[in-house]
Nanobody
Framework: QVQLVESGGGLVQAGGSLRLSCAAS????????MGWYRQAPGKQRELVAH???????AYADSVKGRFTISRDNAKNTVYLQMNSLEPEDTAVYTC????????????????WGQGTQVTVSS
């Protein structure tokens, strides 16, 4: 089994910064793509940022130029550096990872973290 554990959320004033981390642990053969999603009250969950196994990145238009996703493969960890935070960024942020396991053969499935609250005050 695999666990994704997030950290780094909290309360920050508009214009401030936070750095989220998500560490994967367990029976891992390979971590493929990783991503950060967020869900604000009353809204649908949306993809914030995505990073492939080769570190190719993609961002939601609303965070381009302000957020940076990165990964440390040696630590099985993905990060989300969030700068110039706005009240509209307030949400529960959840990481996602596509992980390949190997037993007698390989299989791949997606895992989710438990989520971390980010609150930006105006």
């Amino acid at each position: 089994q695999v666990q994704l554990v997030e950290s780094g959320g909290g309360l920050v004033q508009a214009g401030g910064s936070l750095r989220l981390s998500c560490a994967a642990s367990g029976s891992i053969f390979r971590i493929n793509a990783m991503g950060w999603y967020r869900q604000a009250p009353g809204k649908q969950r949306e993809l914030v940022a995505h990073i492939t196994s080769l570190s190719s990145t993609a961002y939601a238009d609303s965070v381009k130029g302000r957020f940076t996703i990165s990964r440390d493969n040696a630590k099985n960890t993905v990060y989300l550096q969030m700068n110039s935070l706005e009240p509209e960024d307030t949400a529960v942020y959840t990481c996602n990872a596509e992980i390949t396991h190997f037993v007698t053969s390989t299989y791949t499935r997606a895992y989710w973290g438990q989520g971390t609250q980010v609150t930006v005050s105006s």
